[in-house]
């Protein structure tokens, strides 16, 4: 096993204790499993609450700060988070004002975030949600009832929390979430399988020279299973799939996404050929972000996600953000 770790049932911890070495403005609780900006509680402000599963660095924990998440809560590896730290995490980032909480849409988040915002409240804290399912390659999944939530999570952290650092009301802000996932689709290939440190060797096969279309952040089967193709075939492929769904009717931001093992090389490259089929297709692109974002461990692929946005929403993308993984304007 090929890994850069020392045992498995550490790797999480271990993660979170470079993290809290290479990041003193976050404060980071490596037996509780809760990521917090250091400067949490602010007053008057609305904080704002995410986790997972492990494994899709930098999201959750690495877009905590200014301007975007007041605490991320992580789990193990590929598995919820558990009720205790979304309820420690409210805790300490309510300052009066509520928190809102954004759930990616798998089972084990829904149901842990479903029962952490009701003892919230049972303990004075008021609490807004997002729920995140902006995945149009399948409806349903090995991890979920409905659409899954993958790369839209990104938006939806950064636009409402930019409106929550401006002041918003949870009301507001919780709005504006669920109004950048409505107005977002995502579609993810890969080509290769993932490798979980407790597994040590693929969780799925994909035989050489064959990619899967529409997989998820988890490994979950796509649409279908092809011959590789090319990026310029895999754009046409993935960007229709999104418009199919979508229909803009205005500018959008696009996010092309590397699942972990996809170099800035290949996501570059691609991200040319997704420039070029939103431009045949008469789709305006305000703003791009090309990285590795919301990953899969070691999976080699991309995904592409589109989010229609008006004045305010692309007001608010803009605004200064200070994260470890984002940061602009600051």
Request: net charge negative; with cysteine; proline share 5%.
């Amino acid at each position: 096993m090929r890994m850069l770790i020392n045992v498995p049932e550490t790797v999480v911890a271990d993660a979170l204790r470079g993290m809290a070495a290479a990041h003193p403005e976050l404060s980071v609780d490596v037996d509780n499993r809760v990521v917090v900006r250091r400067d949490a509680p602010v007053e008057g402000k609305v904080g704002l609450v995410s986790g997972g599963g492990s494994g899709h660095e930098p999201l959750h924990g690495g877009f905590v700060g200014p301007g975007m998440l007041s605490a991320a809560c992580p789990g193990e590896v590929f598995t919820s988070p558990v009720p205790d730290q979304m309820v420690r995490a409210a805790a300490a980032v309510d300052s009066g004002a509520g928190v809102l909480f954004i759930v990616k849409n798998y089972t084990g988040d829904v149901l842990n975030f479903d029962m952490a915002a009701e003892l919230a409240e049972d303990e004075g804290v008021r609490v807004g949600k997002v729920l995140v399912n902006d995945d149009v390659a399948v409806t349903d999944s090995l991890f979920t009832a409905g659409r899954r939530g993958t790369g839209a999570t990104l938006f939806v952290e950064k636009i409402a929390g930019a409106a929550a650092e401006e002041g918003a009301p949870l009301e507001r802000v919780e709005a504006i979430g669920r109004q950048v996932n409505e107005n977002a689709r995502s579609f993810g290939v890969a080509l290769s399988a993932v490798t979980t440190p407790s597994k040590g060797s693929p969780t799925f096969d994909l035989p050489d020279g064959e990619l899967e279309l529409g997989i998820g952040i988890h490994g979950e089967p796509g649409r279908e299973r092809r011959a590789m193709m090319t990026s310029r075939e895999i754009a046409d492929f993935a960007v229709d799939a999104v418009l199919e769904d979508l229909h803009p009717s205005g500018p959008v931001i696009a996010l092309v996404n590397g699942m972990g093992a996809t170099p800035l090389l290949e996501l570059y490259g691609f991200n040319a050929e997704v420039q070029r089929v939103l431009a045949e297709r008469g789709v305006t692109v305000a703003r791009t972000l090309v990285g590795n974002y919301v990953t899969s461990l070691d999976m080699a692929g991309c995904s592409v996600t589109l989010c229609q946005v008006d004045e305010d929403l692309l007001r608010l993308w803009d605004a200064p953000v200070e994260t470890p993984a984002l940061r602009w304007g600051r």
